[in-house]
């Protein structure tokens, strides 16, 4: 039973280009999170999915931030116009059906460069 | 608004030695709180958890004790082993909303000396 896969591990994006980040959830979970680490802090919620629908986004920056979770394949954080600011470390985490938040599992995350 | 506190970045203990870390939380609506071992380049890893109707939770060498009248918590591990160096979490889920979302602190690196 793989884990929850996130790739790239790493990305290097120049300012003003996309990053495209890819979380497949642990087999059988349907709710995908996405947190973002900036150096020296903590772990900031960013987004919360199921299959097709987005449940919660208070965290996500309001412009150049999109999230989904298709009904097949890997659920995708896209940020469009990268900034240096954007650099830090995406991670997600995936939970089976219902309230389970006691049991997110982490990916190892996507490093995430903005030159 | 940091709702979760680790106000010490850095702990460094003797192996054998308890290691106690601490964690601070404002809102009084968080109903279940987690601890979370992250090492370098690797996503944050479940460790132990504790409901708000509970005081004190316990697997194995790790503890974790809930003040709600103070809003603290803390984790003990004993004995401190050199493996259990790396980044621990706090989190918390509120218990208002309808989302499964965690609030986590900043951190604390636990160095466990041989």
């Known amino acids: 039973n793989a884990g929850v896969m996130q790739n790239p591990r790493h990305l290097v994006r120049r300012r003003g280009q996309e990053a495209r980040l890819r979380c497949s959830p642990m087999k059988g979970h349907s709710h995908v999170y996405w947190y973002r680490q900036l150096p020296e802090e903590g772990l900031k919620f960013m987004v919360y999915?199921?299959?097709?629908?987005?449940?919660?986004e208070s965290g996500m920056p309001k412009e150049r931030f999109s999230a989904e979770f298709p009904k097949e394949g890997p659920s995708i954080l896209r940020i469009q116009q990268v900034v240096r600011g954007d650099s830090a470390a995406y991670f997600c985490?995936?939970?089976?059906?219902?309230?389970?938040?006691?049991?997110?599992?982490f990916g190892p995350g996507t490093r995430l460069t903005v030159l | 608004d940091q709702q979760v506190k680790q106000n010490s970045p850095s702990l460094s203990v003797q192996e054998g030695r308890i290691s106690i870390l601490n964690c601070d939380y404002t809102?009084?609506?968080?109903?279940?709180f987690l601890w979370y071992k992250k090492y370098p380049a690797e996503g944050p890893t479940f460790l132990i958890s504790?409901?708000?109707?509970?005081d004190k939770n316990e697997d194995g060498r790790f503890t974790v004790f809930l003040n709600k009248s103070a809003k603290h918590l803390s984790l003990h591990i004993v004995p401190s082993q050199p493996g259990d160096s790396a980044v621990y979490f706090c989190a918390a889920h509120d218990g208002s909303g309808n989302t499964g979302k965690l609030i986590f602190g900043q951190g604390t690196t636990l160095q466990v000396k041989p």
């Open positions: 504790i409901s708000s109707i509970k």
């Open positions: 985490a995936s939970s089976p059906p219902g309230h389970s938040f006691n049991e997110q599992f």
């Open positions: 999915l199921q299959k097709e629908n987005i449940i919660d």
């Open positions: 809102n009084s609506m968080f109903d279940y």
